[in-house]
């Protein structure tokens, strides 16, 4: 029977994050779940897998639960599947952020860009006027992109400041669009670019995965896979697997 997947995060004030590590561990070990979730004061990231059940009852907990306390209502969410264990253990660890800018000035959590539902995607990233970014790292845009994005050439999130600094001006690009995976680092950069003085900034809600779940194939400006960080390595349309492991690893 094919494992659920659920691939989550929120930017959110978790002043508790550190007294929240050791429950939720062991309230997702109790549902027999694996994979990895990131706490810090900024809100949580993660992706676990398990029965479908145990998945339920755990995203149910985050969003509803007295853990925390209704702080995750607002949950971005993806559910895939697995034809096996795409994880090997179960990891709650504490982080200075869940998504590493670097900047600890940035706030998700007071100012974002604007969020794009999949369906409207392809309509923005068509426009003349529109700069389209891929938030993600090189090997990752390697695997596929979506069509005319710029690719930042950077090898870690840490350096998206740095190329935003070098090639991008808000008296120059006044319209900019960006995506990733899930959605947590597109929606981070947009906060960021806000600070820096760029006006229109926009970012696909729920990243990549949300618009290969929703956009038919033969409507898709996307090309080639998708790396996820688990041992599926890859996912396409429809979020189906791609590929077999290669060893790559987050």
């Known amino acids: 029977m094919p494992l659920k997947v659920a691939a989550f995060y929120q930017f959110a004030a978790l002043s508790d994050f550190r007294e929240l590590r050791e429950p939720l561990r062991s309230f997702a070990a109790g549902l027999g779940l694996k994979g990895s979730v990131l706490l810090a004061h900024e809100g949580i990231n993660g992706t ?95 695997m596929g992109t979506f069509e005319g994005a710029v690719d930042p050439g950077i090898k870690s999130f840490g350096q998206f400041k740095e190329f935003a600094a070098q090639k991008l001006d808000p008296a120059k690009h006044k319209k900019i669009a960006m995506f990733c995976t899930g959605g947590i680092r597109c929606e981070k950069a947009s906060a960021y670019l806000l600070a820096q003085g760029f006006d229109e900034v926009y970012h696909l809600k729920g990243g990549i995965l949300r618009y290969l779940e929703g956009v038919p194939e033969n409507e898709s400006r996307w090309r080639g896979e998708c790396f996820v960080f688990d041992e599926r390595v890859a996912l396409g349309h429809g979020l189906r697997q791609r590929r077999g492991n290669d060893g790559a690893q987050e």
């Open 48 to 142: 676990v897998a398990g029965g479908d059940a145990s998945i339920d009852a755990f995203v149910g907990e985050l969003q509803h639960g007295a853990l925390f306390g209704g702080r995750l209502s607002n949950l971005e969410l993806k559910f895939s599947t697995a034809s096996e264990m795409p994880f090997r253990r179960l990891k709650v660890r504490l982080k200075k952020e869940i998504v590493a800018l670097g900047d600890m000035a940035v706030d998700p959590t007071r100012q974002v860009g604007t969020y794009v539902e999949p369906s409207d995607w392809n309509e923005l990233i068509a426009a003349p006027d529109t700069l389209v970014i891929d938030t993600r790292n090189v090997f990752e845009v390697a």
